[in-house]
């Protein structure tokens, strides 16, 4: 996220308050989980759905991350774990 992003957002989470934007992305990952259904289902510009909610998480996630100190450092070792850990399970799977 850039400076004038993390700002607006910072700005966001002021005027409606860290519940209400705690419960549009809570709102926002069920409407992704949606998406992605009816995306395996072949609903008709289904994509197109899927793409604006991937958008819209991506959104409440970067306001998620300021809410909760915006440790980048702490959030991207926990990734990092994971992602190894993700290619340990297929590493071994391939062998």
């Known amino acids: 996220m850039n400076k004038e992003e993390k700002k607006f ?5 002021l005027h409606f308050g860290t519940d209400v934007q705690m419960t549009m992305c809570i709102e926002e990952c069920a409407e992704l989980i949606q998406a992605i259904s009816k995306f ?3 609903k008709k510009n289904a ?3 899927l793409l604006e909610e991937i958008a819209d ?3 409440m996630l970067d306001q998620m991350k ?3 100190d915006n440790d980048d450092e702490r ?3 926990i990734r990092t774990q994971k992602l190894n850990r993700l290619k340990s399970i297929i590493d071994d799977q391939n062998k």
């Open 47 to 49: 994509i197109d759905n």
């Open 9 to 13: 957002f910072k700005k966001s989470i």
């Open 40 to 42: 395996k289902r072949g």
């Open 66 to 68: 300021l809410m909760f």
């Open 75 to 77: 959030i991207s070792l």
């Open 57 to 59: 998480v991506q959104i």
